[in-house]
């Protein structure tokens, strides 16, 4: 047999191969061989595809490399074996593995290309649709699991978690207790595993090795609508709860301190009435006014006021205790929430604050008025008690001046005798 036929019957035979993708393309990119497989894989028939341009299948980032091989085909007798990218007749993306060699004529001249492909990780018999859920399955963010009734894992896929790549299937055979480290059914996660079992979408979060994840949890529904299993999804949500948790400080603490503001002030102070008025126990509140930062600002400028704010909050925090909530509220102004005290504390507290910034070696010296609120005796609400805090620290504001201008009083005196 010639050998011209013998090439025909072998190309032939190929064609009609319904595994690989087969298609011939001539020196100008147009199509002009299609296999069954090319179908399968392509989904055009040859009806519809032979006589148009390859760049139909080709997405554009490859088209620049298959230009390339076509333009070095003629002088080179080129053979080629890559992984590429290709366009379905639907418009998605289907990964193959390509082989593409030189057709030559009787007399040796190059007339066209021929590519085979076969799409990658496609088990046998595959649709293009179906290889290509098989790899967004793969992609999907995070993990992602099914579990039987008993809850035992039967199948896992997905990216994984950041911190904890596993691997497709990695996970059968485990139960949902040694995964995610519970044993307790009344409560989280598996709590919400059987809530899943009972028909119910569960959202929430879980602590995992040392990560935190937010889970979802659908019912696993047989074609009969009967509940088989549970279908899992979880995120690492750690990055994003600590960007919130910081958000979240920030908004609710002064910038310059680091104390909390006025807003957080007023929540405690509300939550702390309302503590106070179940379990009738008493609580007091402290408010401060550190003495003369406008003068401190005019003579030294604002960084030496800034100072001075930060080096009262440093004494507060030091004579507070964890339960306590110091808060810088305003430009001078401070407040200081006493949990579980009565009167007797809070005056220790105040006259430990003056005695710390007596012994503060900073420059200028600094000093403070305080008033005293007490619950229940100077009120039963928050505005009552800030309202009697605020009296007290009037009155001692008014003493403190009076005894500040009969010292001024005195000098002055000596200083014309003197003369």
């Avoid at 609580?283 to 001075?308: P, Y």
């Avoid at 007797?344 to 000093?367: H, T």
């Amino acid at each position: 047999m010639p050998l011209h036929l013998v090439r025909e019957h072998l190309l032939t035979a190929l064609l009609e191969s319904p595994e690989d993708g087969i298609l011939g393309v001539s020196l100008d990119g147009t199509i002009d061989t299609w296999s069954r497989g090319a179908e399968r894989i392509y989904g055009h028939t040859a009806q519809e595809i032979t006589g148009q341009p390859v760049s139909r299948l080709v997405p554009l980032h490859e088209w620049p490399g298959l230009k390339r091989f076509f333009s070095e085909a003629a002088g080179n007798g080129l053979k080629c074996c890559e992984t590429v990218e290709r366009l379905h007749k639907n418009g998605s993306r289907i990964s193959l593995r390509i082989n593409r060699e030189i057709i030559r004529d009787e007399q040796g001249e190059v007339r066209g290309i021929l590519e085979s492909g076969r799409v990658i990780d496609s088990p046998e018999g595959a649709t293009p649709g179906e290889a290509q859920l098989r790899l967004l399955i793969k992609q999907m963010p995070g993990l992602h699991w099914t579990m039987d009734q008993n809850l035992r894992i039967t199948s896992n896929w997905g990216k994984g978690l950041p911190t904890s790549r596993i691997h497709a299937n990695a996970l059968v055979g485990r139960s949902v207790c040694e995964f995610l480290g519970c044993a307790d059914r009344h409560a989280t996660p598996l709590a919400e595993h059987y809530g899943a079992l009972r028909g119910e979408s569960m959202q929430f979060e879980c602590n995992w090795n040392s990560r935190v994840l937010e889970i979802h949890l659908e019912p696993l529904r047989a074609a009969s609508g009967e509940i088989e299993g549970v279908l899992g999804l979880g995120i690492d949500i750690t990055e994003r709860k600590k960007s919130e948790e910081q958000a979240r400080h920030q908004a609710r603490h002064d910038a310059l301190t680091g104390l909390a503001n006025y807003g957080e002030f007023m929540d405690r102070l509300e939550q702390e009435v309302h503590r106070a008025e179940r379990s009738h126990h008493s609580f007091t509140v402290l408010l401060l006014d550190l003495d003369g930062l406008k003068r401190i600002n005019d003579l030294r400028g604002h960084m030496a006021g800034n100072r001075a704010l930060k080096r009262l909050a440093a004494v507060m925090n030091e004579h507070c205790r964890s339960t306590d909530l110091a808060v810088r509220y305003g430009g001078d102004e401070f407040a200081v929430v006493l949990i579980d005290s009565d009167k007797g504390m809070a005056e220790q507290v105040a006259l430990r604050i003056e005695n710390g910034l007596r012994n503060d070696q900073g420059k200028p010296a600094i000093s403070v008025s305080i008033g005293i609120g007490i619950y229940p005796d100077d009120g039963r609400s928050a505005a009552e008690l800030i309202e009697a805090a605020d009296r007290q620290l009037y009155k001692y504001k008014k003493a403190e001046n009076r005894r500040t201008l009969r010292a001024t009083e005195r000098i002055q005196n000596s200083r014309r005798a003197g003369h």
